[in-house]
């Protein structure tokens, strides 16, 4: 689907802090949401790093990289949401939750998809194995789990490297009950990941204020 071709008729909150957009022209109508980052505040952690860290865009396979909303009916089947889909790709949407969440502590001078010079002090490389919606019987639940490694520039060393697996149960298979939990699953796994890139750079999360 182009979004640029669309025109934009209407934007409004149908659920909290998901903003959706009615697009027309050239296609199904779906309903277009963005997920939110962890609230934080701007976020003191005592003392400042001069580093740079570079949210690489994550790595998946081809039917998680698009705009659609996975589900898995099955361990080997793959659909999508007929009537709603991310307002970016699923890797551009995982790497701007992270570039805000880690954006929001000022332990690092600069935190972007892109270096401010030539290169970052640090990377985060990440790969996305789960970012959908499983249906297991009546038990529905919303995956997302992702493998990532923070990498020193200079050497390109790899600082430390985790894996997270979040789940959060969804009342029904119906969109308006699939993307709370997807919200959920995304701040908890940002905040995870927010966490542990702190401390792999040296820094205490529970010292930050």
Not at 96 to 111: E, I, K, N, P, W
Not at 134 to 147: E, L, Q
Request: glycine residues 6%; negative net charge; contains cysteine.
């Amino acid at each position: 689907m182009h979004r640029s071709s669309f025109a934009l008729l209407a934007l409004f909150a149908l659920l909290p802090g998901c903003s959706i957009i009615s697009a027309l022209e050239g296609g199904p109508d779906r309903d277009v949401f963005e997920l939110r980052a962890p609230s934080f505040e701007h976020t003191s952690c005592g003392r400042r790093h001069a580093t740079e860290l570079v949210v690489e865009l994550p790595k998946t396979r081809g039917t998680l990289d698009s705009e659609r909303i996975m589900i898995r009916p099955s361990a080997l089947q793959t659909q999508y949401l007929p009537d709603a889909e991310w307002g970016d790709t699923v890797p551009v949407t995982l790497q701007r939750l992270l570039v805000q969440g880690l954006g929001s502590y000022d332990s690092f001078s600069h935190v972007g998809r892109a270096p401010l010079g030539l290169a970052g002090d640090y990377a985060l490389i990440s790969e996305i194995d789960a970012f959908n919606a499983r249906i297991n019987g009546d038990a529905i639940t919303v995956r997302m789990a992702v493998k990532a490694q923070l990498v020193r520039e200079m050497d390109a060393s790899v600082v430390s490297r985790e894996a997270f697996d979040i789940e959060i149960p969804a009342a029904s298979s119906k969109t308006a009950d699939l993307i709370p939990a997807f919200d959920l699953a995304g701040q908890e796994l940002t905040a995870q990941m927010t966490q542990w890139a702190l401390r792999a750079t040296g820094v205490n999360p529970s010292s930050c204020r």
